[in-house]
């Protein structure tokens, strides 16, 4: 168990729906990252937040937004679902040491989203 | 930006072999390297790490890794593989010191590793 918890762990919902996927990061841990895992992008990074502000943003859809609230939990949200986005979605946390570079990050169980 | 390769998708070894899982990487200075494994229906669980010092890391479960900064590699060894080593593996790499983008990794396409009996 690494301490990162992820909620649902399974979503279905239909092309055009919107979702809300939530993470609580380990305690102690200012930064979030979220990733998806598809079979033909494979692991690929999304954002991550830092106490409660964006930090760093790779190849996150506009369609898709993040946040992270003052209990350091985080959201992200999927809007205007299309096939395409049924994936692994992962969250993972890590401390700051160093300003968060190189740390180890500790990956939640991941949601498994599938739009029919 | 930094990129990974891991060339191999599918390994398949006997139990009690010696396992090597290759990993190239691209990043213009001094990288943070990751080994992750994960298994079925599972998050990923960090293997090992090397951020600088002694090129050749231990990891947990019997793992290591050899960072070799001519070859941009850091491939994962085990020297007798166990059938619970069965999963799928990535490689990562983060930007080092001085890098503007902080802990964000970059994988590998990951290598799935069968035991055989």
């Known amino acids: 168990d690494s301490g990162v918890t992820q909620t649902p762990k399974h979503l279905i919902t239909a092309t055009g729906q919107r979702v809300t996927l939530r993470c609580s990061p380990r305690?102690?841990?200012?930064?979030v990252y979220w990733y998806q895992q598809s079979l033909d992008q494979g692991l690929q990074f999304l954002i991550q937040?830092?106490?409660?502000?964006?930090?760093a943003k790779g190849n996150i859809l506009e369609r898709f937004s993040a946040q992270q609230f003052p209990d350091l939990h985080s959201e992200l949200n999927l809007s205007s679902l299309e096939l395409g986005d049924s994936a692994l979605y992962f969250c993972a946390s890590s401390g700051e040491k160093d300003r968060g570079i190189g740390n180890e990050q500790f990956f939640g169980p991941g949601t498994r989203l599938t739009v029919l | 930006a930094q990129s990974v390769t891991q060339p191999d998708i599918h390994i398949t070894v006997s139990e009690g072999a010696s396992l090597e899982l290759r990993c190239n990487y691209s990043?213009?200075?001094?990288?943070?390297l990751f080994w992750y494994v994960q298994s079925p229906g599972q998050g990923l669980q960090l293997l090992l790490k090397y951020f600088s010092g002694d090129t050749l890391v231990q990891g947990i479960k019997g793992f290591e890794a050899e960072f070799k900064r001519s070859q941009s590699s850091f491939n994962l060894r085990k020297p007798s593989v166990h059938w619970s080593d069965a999963a799928e593996y990535f490689c990562?790499?983060?930007?080092?010191?001085?890098?503007?983008?902080?802990?964000?990794?970059?994988f590998g396409q990951g290598t799935i590793l069968t035991v055989h009996p």
């Open positions: 990043y213009g200075a001094t990288p943070y």
């Open positions: 990562a790499v983060a930007a080092g010191a001085g890098g503007t983008s902080y802990g964000k990794l970059t």
């Open positions: 937040y830092y106490n409660g502000e964006e930090r």
């Open positions: 305690s102690g841990d200012l930064s």
